[in-house]
Every structure is written in structure tokens, then in C-alpha cells.
């Protein structure tokens, strides 16, 4: 079985850093690309940043510069740093991992920025 679990939320101040962390298991970690999302109270779901297994990189815009995603495959963690936080970063952030049509998420980690 599936399972994802985040951990590393929680509440800073504008400016500051967060350090997210994904750990899967139940999967074939190497193989499977993984993501992070996030949903604001009354947004849809957004993706935020996508890894790939093989080690590819990619943003949302409003994210570019300020987020780092990684992976360490021995340790089938997912990490989403995240630099120079800003209120609208607010939300529920959640792990995604994918291969073909093979789709799981975790539970969501809540990061609340606010001075």
C-alpha cells in the first residue's frame, strides 16, 4: 500500500524559510516522479513543483527562484525547500507521487505564512 507522509509545516514569518519533507513508501520510490501541491482555502489545488526520476526540475512561476525541490531516492524522500516565504505561500502543501496511470497523495502539511 501507497503512502505518503509530510512533515516540516508549520507557521513563519514573511521572509522566512520552511523546509518540507516527503516520505513515501509502499513504492518503487526511484522510479516514480513526485511532486508538490499546495490549495489555499477557497483556490483549487495548484502544483506547485514537480521532481522527475530522474532527477529533472520544474516550477511554477510565482514559485521560481525562492523554492528547491529534491529528492534523496535512498531515503524515498521528497524535500520542497522553500526560501524568502511570502503570505500568499499559505496553504496546504501536499506530496504527489506518480507513474503512469499509478497516482498517490499524502495527507497535507499546513504552512501558514504571517508576521
Known amino acids: 500500500q501507497v503512502q505518503l507522509v509530510e512533515s516540516g509545516g508549520g507557521l513563519v514569518q514573511p521572509g522566512g524559510s520552511l523546509r518540507l519533507s516527503c516520505e513515501a513508501s509502499?513504492?518503487?520510490?526511484?522510479?516514480?516522479?513526485m511532486a508538490w501541491y499546495r490549495q489555499a482555502p477557497g483556490n483549487e489545488r495548484e502544483l506547485v513543483a514537480v521532481?522527475?526520476?530522474?532527477?529533472?526540475?520544474n516550477y511554477q512561476d510565482s514559485v521560481k527562484g525562492r523554492f528547491t525541490v529534491s529528492r534523496d531516492n535512498a531515503k524515498k524522500t521528497v524535500y520542497l525547500q522553500m526560501n524568502n516565504l511570502k503570505p500568499e505561500d499559505t496553504a496546504v502543501y501536499y506530496c504527489?507521487?506518480?507513474?503512469?496511470?499509478?497516482?498517490?497523495w499524502g495527507q497535507g502539511t499546513q504552512v501558514t505564512v504571517s508576521s
Open positions: 521532481i522527475t526520476s530522474g532527477g529533472n526540475t
Open positions: 509502499g513504492i518503487i520510490f526511484v522510479l516514480y516522479d
Open positions: 504527489n507521487a506518480y507513474l503512469g496511470a499509478t497516482r498517490a
